[in-house]
């Protein structure tokens, strides 16, 4: 069947924006093609049969008449061919027609009635299983059934003449299937019906749609009109459409049957039923947090049969209800396969292979693989299943375009085995993705714990590492293409890049080890995540690529590490290829909107909003193992709490007040820490962000810049941010944490070392400044300023870093002090303890002495590696050690990558510890009295970009120790000589200049990148807000702002096309005569068409309060506005043969809350009728005509 229009996206208005019912613009999915609505809708349900396909909804005597045919599958789950009706219309007409009909009916009809109803009663499997060795040849009191309990009310739900049912009673009686009490139960609940109906007057028949009806019924008069942005007119009455959640529970996803609309445009809807939740559907503090929609019905259903209750070997510890679905298989040399407007219910299966629509080792299924059409899936709404949607095993190059997957166990776009190359999702909608039993990484924490089968030995997997990854996109290969799709809510995430090392499964042995994980990205483009537990966006980790066993008794293909590196061909000799994730939109995530870990990745474009972190970037926890790359978002909007308040319920579990006083969802927990670009080793970047509504509050800190919390790990002085823009609702901009809950004492290594670079100042309001945490003295000097509400402080000056390997022992506690703080050591801990070696990596200031001590005699052997040195950058360093130490110290240069060594040279004892520190030559110099071994690091080589060592390797000096029983392994704190510190400039002669250039570019981060916005604010006044000191009423357009200081009622005129303002008008509704005909006036007369009108009022007055004034109507207004007595007004309204969805009034009483308006406006909008060269012509002026535009 050929695809239909392409689905996009469109707004739903509904009541009031102030409603907890608002449905505006929503993404809708899967329009329904264009060819298949000549197809009769009832063929739609002869493929599915089942409780909610038709011929199950009609009178089972209307069946018996019917000439329907009922499929023929035989076994466990199917329908036995003793179900099929083989007696023709007439003749069962004539029977049913006689007087004596109770007595003419044959055993034979009425055993295939009684078959037909224990199918719905008992669900098609047991009831095959009742009837599949009874028949009239044989005795009717054998085999015997043993006795089971039914349900009296299923089985009288079956709109069946009472001698009918009376009958079949009587052979399920003489089965043994029904007692005689259970009989007499079913015939009183039909009386009772029969009674009941009576009473009613009939309703007019409604029509199958072939899903469940569980939607919330409202008069159809009062049914809830969507606007959409596409053209749904292929969409009918009785379809059924999901909305998704746009809140942190992917459980406020609600679906919705549709109601005929002849009022409806071409871009709407009509639901049948209230939404329960909010539904956002507009920009919002510049991130696009529509709701998709996504149309579940088609032309064709394909779907399984199930039963009532799970049963058998079907994981039914863990479901209530049967996941024995069907499944679809396309393996391998197939002629042709384009599937195209098909619905799929009820598919799946928890065994590994049956899926609803699943390619099998197919291999090349595009041109590569000489197929002319390529294969896709298009326009698919695959829902309510029981695992996954689409698989994709051993198969390249498939197309899946404009398809839902929706309500399904498992990963749902899911590849298999790491291989699986080319293949392109675009335009999908996935959502509700829960988890399942087949893989570790499907499962939840009961289903990790109890599922052991596969473990070596009585090891008991760690749910939190080991499972608990379900995704809507599980993509185990980087060069596949994602765009323009949406994961709308998962158990835990909405799409995951995971690495296989190997290729596993049935494709082991495609490709050599490592491949994946240097494969570059295929496209990512424009990409939505939201409503998602752990992350929408992730980027790392990969899975177990070995069978479980002594040595790692974890099962295969559990969660496992991975770093994703991508270099040209998945070559890591060849030049590094950066990942681009461009258009990212990640809202509503409980945990992270997006985190990436690896080589080079870089975000752009990107909104993050309302997440409980909203970017984390992190390489590795000593040196990147990539070398020389790094991480970075740019061009991007970051946004702590939004005006998405959200909605209670829905699996949401927390709620209280946000930073603005109004309650609100929250994420994890109200106490939890929330950060909008979370900074985790390094080098990462950020340039050109815009921050917004980052403010703590009582519960909880808020910053729009954060570390990663309890981090042992590196962080590298490279990490640095510029063009950064905090606007004014940016409560706190960076905060290095505090002991005290989700920090803990926040004093492991890489707590103590946070530290980043602002270049330019955008952050501090001083450029070329280091900004370190407070209690840091590694890093101070007295030029410093602490700020104590980031915890921090800012420093001037060059940094680096000092790595420090040591064993035997592996187990102490590093104490490092610089010369001029000696009395203010940093206790590190080092991060491995138990491994073969230990490591600290502290953050020194370049060209200075420092102390290292430990908690115990000094290990045997110590590196000092020089990271981040540029070529002739240096530190002089004192390691104190016992007295009776003898020492062999060498330098070499490491390639770390190879493992090979080169340049190695022997240092010599130097006669005086001056000879050392003056660094002439490989000489160290080791104070027996004092116990202070002296050594000089400096590098040598250059290093280029970001790379930690030069292109040669790591340089280094290698301290080899032969220490005696009996020594004293203390020293004193200081032995450096005393004298004046070498001067720093203080923070204060940095002032950065102002940056007309900071911040994203972009107003505003939306799935429709190709139009533009106009961001409207509009705040007007009451008379008791005047009576308070509240002086200023404004409208401002974008960064341009209009103060109104005279009482009246102000109107402010844009141009729909370019945004630049036309016209502005003051009417004073104290002193002004006929105020009400002047502003009638000027609304019909000087008003042009195409205009977006901005309305702003400051104490009204009394003249204007009790008049009507339609006029309002052609601005948009539902009815003619009557101004409050000394109440606000605010509009935004539009003039133009359209009508938008954005139109929004308020007109508030004096005892109401003040009138405000804040919105994003699309600017040329097809409705507005623009000319191709509008906004062109005009946008040079959009920012700046607010101040010239002529005052009317």
């Known amino acids: 069947m050929p695809p239909g229009a392409p689905p996009g996206l469109g707004t739903a208005a509904g009541p009031p924006r102030s409603s907890t019912l608002v449905l505006v613009l929503v993404a809708v999915l899967g329009a329904r093609p264009e060819a298949a609505r000549s197809v009769p809708r009832q063929r739609r349900y002869e493929h599915s049969p089942g409780p909610s396909s038709l011929w199950w909804d009609v009178e089972h005597e209307e069946l018996l008449h019917s000439q329907s045919t009922l499929p023929g599958t035989v076994g466990p789950h199917r329908l036995s061919p003793f179900l099929r009706p083989n007696t023709s219309r007439s003749s069962l007409s004539q029977n049913l027609g006689q007087k004596s009909q109770e007595k003419q009916l044959s055993c034979d009809v009425l055993l295939k009635l009684s078959r037909y109803i224990s199918v719905d009663t008992f669900g098609p499997g047991l009831a095959w299983n009742l009837f599949r060795l009874y028949n009239c040849d044989r005795d009717a009191k054998l085999p015997k059934i043993p006795q089971m309990y039914v349900s009296p009310l299923k089985m009288a739900r079956h709109k069946l003449r009472p001698f009918l049912l009376h009958r079949m009673l009587r052979l399920l009686g003489n089965m043994g299937v029904l007692t005689e009490g259970q009989q007499h139960k079913v015939f009183t609940l039909l ?200 698989a994709i095993h051993g198969t390249h190059g498939l197309l899946v375009k404009d398809t839902i997957g929706y309500d399904t166990l498992g990963h749902c776009f899911f590849l298999e085995d790491g291989t699986e190359q080319r293949n392109t999702f675009q335009h999908n909608l996935g959502l509700l993705t829960r988890s399942g039993t087949i893989l570790p990484s499907d499962r939840n924490e009961a289903m990790c714990l109890a599922i052991r089968s596969h473990v070596y030995g009585n090891y008991i997997p760690v749910p939190s590492t080991d499972c608990m990854a379900v995704s809507t996109f599980w993509i185990a290969n980087p060069n596949n293409n994602l765009i323009e799709n949406a994961a709308a809510g998962a158990q835990d995430v909405g799409i995951w890049y995971i690495f296989h090392r190997v290729p596993t499964g049935q494709s082991e042995g495609q490709y050599p080890e490592g491949k994946a994980e240097h494969t570059p990205l295929g496209v990512f483009y424009n990409n939505r995540v939201h409503s998602n537990f752990k992350a929408g966006l992730f980027i790392g980790k990969g899975v177990k690529t070995t069978r479980a066993s002594a040595e790692d008794p974890r099962e295969y293909l559990t969660v496992d590490n991975a770093r994703f590196r991508p270099h040209q061909d998945a070559d890591p000799e060849k030049p590094r290829v950066p990942a681009v994730i461009d258009g990212l939109i990640a809202f509503k995530n409980n945990d992270h909107g997006a985190w990436a870990r690896g080589g080079d990745i870089i975000f752009h474009n990107s909104g993050f909003s309302d997440n409980g972190i909203g970017l984390t970037l992190a390489s590795d926890g000593t040196f990147p193992t990539d070398d020389g ?65 980052f403010t703590p509050t009582a519960d909880r800190y808020s910053s729009a810049i954060g570390f990663f919390m309890k981090n042992s790990w590196q962080i590298s002085p490279q990490n640095n941010v510029s063009q950064i823009l905090m606007e004014k609702s940016v409560g706190l901009k960076v905060f290095f944490g505090r002991a005290g809950q989700w920090f803990g004492n926040n004093d492991n290594d890489g707590d103590k070392m946070s530290v980043f ?436």
């Open 191 to 390: 009386k009772e019906h029969m009674l009941k109906a009576r009473k009613i007057p009939p309703k007019p028949k409604a029509e199958h749609s072939g899903v469940p009806h569980n939607g919330f019924k409202v008069e159809v008069s009062k049914g809830i009109i969507l606007h959409l942005v596409d053209d749904v007119r292929s969409w009918l009455p009785g379809d059924r459409i999901v909305i998704a959640s746009t809140d942190y529970s992917m459980h406020q996803a609600e679906e919705f049957n549709l109601l005929p609309c002849p009022e409806c445009k071409s871009n709407q809807v009509k639901i049948d039923g209230s939404p329960l939740y909010l539904h956002i559907g507009e920009v919002i503090d510049g991130i696009d947090m529509r709701a998709e929609v996504g149309l579940l019905t088609r032309n064709i259903l394909i779907q399984g049969e199930m039963e009532d209750s799970c049963y058998g070997e079907n994981q039914c510890q863990f479901f209530s209800f049967d996941t024995f679905g069907g499944h679809i298989k396309i393996l391998a040399n197939f002629s042709s396969v384009h599937m195209s407007g098909v619905e799929l219910k009820n598919m799946g299966q928890q065994i590994l292979g049956s899926y609803p629509v699943h390619f099998h080792m197919a291999a090349d299924v595009d041109e590569r693989g000489g197929y002319q059409r390529p294969t896709y899936l298009d326009n698919l709404a695959i829902h309510h299943c029981f695992s996954r949607c689409v």
């Open 629 to 693: 790359s790094s991480l970075e978002v740019s061009r991007s909007i970051f946004v702590g709490e939004s005006s998405n308040l959200g909605s209670q319920g829905g699996q949401n579990s927390y709620w209280g007040k946000g930073a603005n006083g109004e309650y609100r969802t929250l994420p994890r927990n109200k106490t939890f820490p929330i950060r909008g670009f979370q900074i985790y080793d390094g080098p990462v970047r950020m340039a050109k962000c815009t921050f917004k509504k």
């Open 757 to 1192: 670079h602002d270049l330019d100042g955008s952050v501090t309001g001083y450029s070329n400044i280091f900004v370190g945490r407070a209690d840091n003295y590694l890093l101070r000097h007295p030029g410093c300023v602490t700020v104590p509400r980031w915890n921090g402080v800012m420093c001037t000056g060059r940094y680096a870093q000092l790595y420090i390997q040591a064993r035997r022992p592996e187990n102490l506690t590093l104490s490092i002090a610089r010369a001029a703080y000696h009395s203010h050591p940093l206790q590190l801990q080092g991060v491995n303890r138990g491994a073969p070696y230990q490591q600290y990596q502290p953050v020194v200031m370049l060209e200075q002495a420092y102390i290292i001590q430990w908690d115990g005699r000094a290990p045997e052997d110590i590196i000092l590696y020089p990271i981040n040195f540029n070529r002739g950058d240096w530190l002089h360093i004192a390691l104190c050690y016992p007295r009776n130490t003898i020492f062999h110290v060498v330098k070499d240069i490491y390639q770390r990558r190879t493992g090979m060594v080169h340049s190695i040279k022997h240092y010599l004892m130097a006669p005086s510890r001056d000879s050392v520190l003056n660094g002439t030559g490989e000489l160290f110099y080791f104070d027996r009295a004092l116990g202070y071994l002296f050594v000089h690091l400096q590098a040598h080589e250059a290093r280029q970009g970001h790379s930690y060592c030069s292109q040669q390797g790591c340089e280094r000096i290698k301290i080899m120790a032969q220490m005696y029983p009996g020594g004293s392994w203390s020293c004193v704190p200081n032995p450096f000589l005393q004298k004046p510190a070498a001067p720093q400039r203080p923070v204060s002669q940095h002032q950065a200049v102002p940056c007309r250039a900071c911040g994203a570019p972009q107003l505003a981060i939306t799935s429709t990148p190709s139009v533009k916005y106009v961001r409207i604010q509009i705040q007007s006044l009451s008379k008791a807000d005047i009576q308070n000191h509240l002086t200023s009423a404004f409208i401002k357009i974008n960064d341009t702002t209009l103060l109104f200081n005279s009482p009246g009622v102000f109107f402010v005129v844009l141009d729909a096309c370019s945004g630049a303002v036309v016209s502005r008008r003051h009417f004073d509704t104290v002193a002004g005569e006929n105020v009400t005909n002047s502003i009638t006036d000027y609304v019909q007369t000087l008003i042009k068409e195409r205009s977006l009108v901005l309305v702003c009022s400051r104490d009204i007055g009394d003249k204007v309060w009790s008049s009507e004034m339609s006029v309002f109507t052609r601005l948009g207004s539902a009815k003619p506005i009557v101004f409050h007595r000394e109440g606000s007004f605010a509009m935004l309204g539009y003039k133009g043969q359209a009508k938008p969805s954005w139109i929004k009034v308020l007109n508030h009483a004096r005892y109401q809350k003040t009138a405000s308006l804040q919105h994003y406006v699309p600017l040329k909008m097809k409705e507005y009728q623009c000319s191709d060269n509008a906004f062109s012509q005009n946008h040079s002026e959009h920012n700046s005509a607010g101040a010239a535009a002529p005052c009317d």
